[in-house]
């Protein structure tokens, strides 16, 4: 067996030992004679996975008490929805800043419950290579949220700081940085991801929704999308996705091995530093975002010559280092690094990099 360097940006590469792990638990969880798969949600067995997952995760990120954590379906586009029907109710109004692909398409669809501002824009010559200054963002006192995306998966481009939205509820689609190094959950409304990027499997989707927001739907939002049954029903009010909330267990018990957030942190910043250095030490490679703003997560960067783009993939490929294709509206490449990346795979990249240049360059 030869596992490879994933470099996706989602589905993306999980923890060898998380998927180690769950190989071997696979056919019979614990000595429950099933899989995790099989078990009813209701059951006592899978309870405990669920309840060990959410006191895990609570731990990791310091989560307090007056929030709830909610394993849901739907991915971060359902959110897109949940969250303005859940919340815009108060005023009908919400802000909005935009700062690439995912919040474009979150405002999309925040503009079908209400009136959605977008209060900050920072796209330039039709790129999105920097976000909005602390002191621009132009906000407006009678917002139900402030929405924004801390990182935007597709450009590369991340928050330096967390937006002060004094007491209006700020909301983060943190999709493609949850979990990467340590934040004050304190200062968020809602907190939302998809777990394919740094949390687990596709098809579970967590959201951390401070006890206040829960409860105020518009009246026709669907059952399904309101926080207030989902929060009362502990997550189970219909199937959850259970073998999801479990492989996210894993990953919890991983990175807490890890040294937990501020561990991961360290790891994370080593392997982005490395990147971003490599590339900019070289005429041959290019990163255009502003380096204050630049994704721990998620690098794009592009050859001198697009011509090469090819060449480099299908070499890159048989290096053992996979998925390096760019998002088409960006082009070019993409090495998306998250936790389960390991520092050796950073550096195969890179030396692999360099070898591509001087025979190409
Ligand atoms: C991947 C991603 C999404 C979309 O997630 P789905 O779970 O596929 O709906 C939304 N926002 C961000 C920031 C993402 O990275």
């Not at 995790?36 to 006592?44: I, L, P």
């Not at 007056?66 to 897109?80: D, E, P, R, T």
């Not at 209400?114 to 002191?135: C, I, L, M, N």
């Amino acid at each position: 067996m030869t596992r490879v360097y994933n470099f996706s940006a989602g589905p993306a590469a999980l923890p060898e030992e998380v998927l180690s792990q769950a190989r071997d638990e696979m056919l019979d969880w614990h000595g429950a004679g099933m899989s995790v798969m099989e078990m009813s949600h209701r059951g006592k067995e899978f309870m405990s996975i669920a309840a060990e997952a959410e006191a895990d995760l609570r731990q990791l990120m310091a989560i307090p008490d007056n929030y709830k954590v909610l394993f849901l379906q739907g991915g971060a586009s359902a959110q897109f929805a949940m969250v303005p029907l859940n919340l815009i109710g108060s005023t009908g109004k919400a802000d909005y800043l935009r700062t690439g692909s995912w919040s474009k398409k979150a405002i999309a669809e925040g503009k079908r419950y209400g009136e959605v501002r977008v209060t900050a824009d920072s796209e330039q010559d039709g790129r999105f290579t920097s976000v909005p200054a602390a002191d621009a963002l132009g906000l407006n006192g009678d917002a139900a949220y402030v929405h924004y995306t801390p990182n935007e998966t597709i450009e590369g481009v991340e928050f330096p700081y967390v937006p002060d939205t004094g007491d209006i509820p700020l909301v983060a689609d943190m999709s493609s940085t949850i979990l990467s190094r340590p934040i004050d959950v304190s200062r968020f409304g809602i907190i939302y991801a998809g777990a394919q990027k740094n949390i687990g499997p596709a098809g579970l989707t967590i959201a951390i929704v401070r006890d206040d927001l829960i409860g105020k739907a518009l009246e026709t939002t669907p059952t399904m999308f309101k926080y207030d049954i989902h929060a009362a029903a502990g997550s189970m009010y219909n199937t959850p996705p259970t073998y999801g909330w479990y492989l996210a267990g894993l990953v919890f018990k991983w990175l807490q091995g890890k040294g937990g957030l501020a561990g991961m942190a360290e790891i994370n910043q080593r392997k982005a530093k490395a990147l971003y250095d490599a590339i900019d030490a070289s005429d041959f490679y290019h990163n255009p975002v502003d380096p204050a703003c630049r994704s721990w997560m998620n690098v794009p960067f592009t050859l001198a010559d697009a011509e090469l783009d090819a060449t480099f993939l299908s070499q890159a490929a048989e290096a053992g280092l996979k998925t390096l294709k760019g998002h088409r509206s960006v082009g070019g490449m993409r090495a998306s690094i998250y936790n389960a990346m390991p520092e050796a795979g950073v550096k195969a990249l890179i030396d692999f990099m360099a070898e591509f240049e001087r025979s190409h360059g």
